[in-house]
C-alpha cells in the first residue's frame, strides 16, 4: 500500500519497507519528490514554503498594490508640476506687471527718473506759473509724490533748505513730529528728512528728499500718505530717488 503525506508544502512519500533475502527490517526513508521549478522560486520569494498557490496569489496581491501606488504617486506627482509650473507662471507675469519700469522725463525743470512700477500715476497740475507733474500711487493714491525746483543761493546745501522748510512752514502743521534725517547718495546726493503731522483728523506721514543738482538747483521729492502705504513701498521711494538726474 503506497500514500502520500503533505508536510508543510513538502509532498514526501510515507516509510517503505524492504524484507532482504536474510529476513532482517530495515526501513528506508526515500528522498523527498522533487519540486517543480515554479515551486521553488515560489517558496524562496514567499520565505517560507506554503503552498505555491497560496504564495503565488500573495505576489499577485503585492504587486497590484505596489502598481496602484507607483501609479497614484505619479498621478499626485504630475498633478504638483503643472500646480507649481502654472503658480510660478502667474507669479512671473504679475511681477512684470506689477515692477516693469517707466522712465519720466520733464522737459520744464530739466530732470528724468524711472518709476520702478506700474502701480504710478502721473497727476499733470498746472499752477498758473508753470505746469508740475504730481505722482500717486495705488489704485486708491494712497501715496503722493510732488517734485518741486528750487533755486538757492551759490553752494546752499540741501540741509539748509531742509531746515528752513522745518522752520518756516512744516513745524505749524497740526501734530507736526520730526521724526529723523539721513544722509543720501545717488545720482544725485543730498539729505532725507522724516515726519508725521495730522490732516482731517489722520495722521499723514511724510519722507522727503532735497538733492542737489548743482550749486544753484536743489529737488525736493516729497512723498505723503498714510504710515502703512508709505512704509510698504519704502524701497520704491529710494529707487525712484536713485534714478533721479538732470536731464
Known amino acids: 500500500m503506497t500514500a502520500t503525506v503533505e508536510n508543510a508544502g513538502v509532498c514526501v512519500a510515507p516509510p517503505s519497507i ?14 523527498p519528490l522533487p519540486k517543480k521549478a515554479g515551486q521553488v522560486a515560489v517558496g524562496l520569494v514567499c520565505g517560507s514554503e506554503r503552498p505555491a498557490m497560496a504564495c503565488c496569489s500573495s505576489l ?6 505596489l502598481s496602484e501606488g507607483f501609479d497614484a504617486l505619479r498621478s499626485i506627482g504630475m498633478r504638483n508640476i503643472v500646480v507649481h509650473s502654472f503658480s510660478a507662471l502667474l507669479v512671473v507675469i504679475c511681477c512684470n506687471l506689477g515692477s516693469a519700469q517707466t522712465s519720466f522725463t520733464e522737459e520744464t525743470e530739466g530732470y528724468v527718473f524711472e518709476l520702478p512700477s506700474t502701480m504710478w500715476r502721473a497727476l499733470p497740475r498746472p499752477d498758473g506759473i508753470h505746469g508740475h507733474t504730481d505722482f500717486t500711487h ?3 493714491s ?15 546745501l540741501p540741509e539748509a533748505i531742509a531746515d528752513r522748510d522745518e522752520e518756516r512752514r512744516l513745524r505749524f502743521l497740526p501734530g507736526f513730529v520730526d521724526n529723523k534725517r539721513e544722509q543720501f547718495i545717488g545720482k544725485v546726493s543730498g539729505v532725507i528728512t522724516s515726519y508725521e503731522y495730522i490732516r482731517g483728523g489722520k495722521p499723514v506721514a ?29 524701497g520704491q521711494t529710494d529707487s525712484i530717488a536713485h534714478s533721479f538726474h538732470l536731464r
Open 138 to 140: 495705488g489704485p486708491d
Open 18 to 31: 524492504v524484507v532482504e533475502s536474510d529476513k532482517r527490517d530495515r526501513i528506508r526513508t526515500p528522498k
Open 60 to 65: 499577485k496581491k503585492c504587486s497590484g498594490a
Open 142 to 156: 494712497d501715496v503722493r509724490l510732488r517734485i518741486r525746483l528750487k533755486m538757492v543761493d551759490k553752494n546752499t
Open 206 to 234: 511724510a519722507r522727503v528728499y532735497y538733492l542737489r543738482a548743482n550749486t544753484r538747483i536743489i529737488y525736493v521729492l516729497r512723498f505723503t500718505g498714510t504710515r502703512a502705504a508709505l512704509k510698504e513701498i519704502l
